[in-house]
């Protein structure tokens, strides 16, 4: 698979909410805080879904206290749910299809966020061996979502996950430790994962390749910060300022993450992520 093609896949992965049943607003559980107005219940629909699965606040969501439904992103795994999974039959039309088409939704988005990381893997330069390693996993986890219900429920989600982590792992260390030398002429990033920086004051730091896996940036200052080469999985970007800030070539950063954060139109992101509504307003 040659970079353009993986491109293609990851750039590909993005929610078409015509062709899905509502599906992150009824399978979902939330819990009422700074981002939910409610609670509701895994399997119950939210209040604010419209017969024809359509959101009745959709244009006021943040205005109305929803604003975690604007930073949810399933990657694509709703309509594959919905049109594939279970042939475009509706849970509405086919209530006894629900409970089912519920509990497969999260498990998809799981399988859609791993093919995303690998996918987006495959764009890096990273060794034949490597690349080929990858490769593999994009077909296996490919594979996977074209399972019937049954069968993605049956999965073990550890196991699924696991050899992709590995591999990420591998995949970051070999990019990271290429941009230091060959691009930027530097020592590599530190490795600063699950750090806790929180509402730290990191504004116009020289971040570039260090290794962020599952740190904690909730409100951290990060304006004009040189986020280039940074490994992003599982960091918590809250409410981070990310203003002037560049992550042109961070890695594995994630639209939820994005959309969670602040920014503006001088923010630089990756090719395949969109600058946030809210961010221009």
Not at 174 to 200: I, Q, T
Not at 217 to 240: C, E, K, M, Q, S
């Amino acid at each position: 698979m040659n970079h353009e093609t993986a491109k293609h896949i990851r750039a590909s992965l993005t929610p078409d909410c015509t062709n899905c049943f509502g599906l992150c607003c009824a399978a979902l559980n939330i819990a009422a805080s700074n981002d939910f107005a409610i609670n509701k219940a895994a399997g119950t629909p939210c209040p604010n879904l419209q017969e024809d699965f359509r959101c009745e606040i959709h244009k006021n969501l943040r205005e109305k206290g929803f604003k975690g439904c604007t930073v949810f992103d399933c990657l694509g795994a709703g309509q594959k749910v919905s049109q594939v999974t279970f042939n475009g039959q509706s849970w509405r039309d086919h209530p006894e299809t629900a409970e089912k088409m519920f509990r497969v939704f999260p498990v998809m988005e799981q399988l859609y966020e791993m093919i995303a990381f690998i996918a987006e893997a495959l764009t890096y330069e990273v060794s034949p061996a490597l690349r080929d390693k990858l490769h593999q996993q994009l077909e296996d986890l490919q594979s996977l979502t074209d399972m019937d219900a049954d069968r993605l429920l049956s999965l073990d989600m550890i196991m699924c996950r696991l050899p992709v982590k590995e591999l990420l792992l591998e995949t970051s260390e070999y990019v990271r430790s290429e941009l230091s030398s060959k691009v930027f002429a530097m020592k590599k990033g530190k490795n600063c994962r699950g750090v806790d920086w929180v509402g730290k004051n990191l504004k116009g730091k020289d971040l570039r390749t260090t290794d962020l896996r599952g740190a904690y940036l909730i409100a951290a200052d990060l304006r004009n910060t040189d986020l280039r080469g940074v490994d992003f999985i599982g960091t918590d970007l809250r409410d981070a300022n990310l203003s002037g800030a560049n992550l042109s070539t961070s890695m594995f950063l994630t639209q939820m993450q994005i959309n969670s954060a602040k920014g503006n139109d001088q923010t630089i992101l990756p090719p395949h992520l969109q600058t946030p509504s809210h961010w221009m307003n």
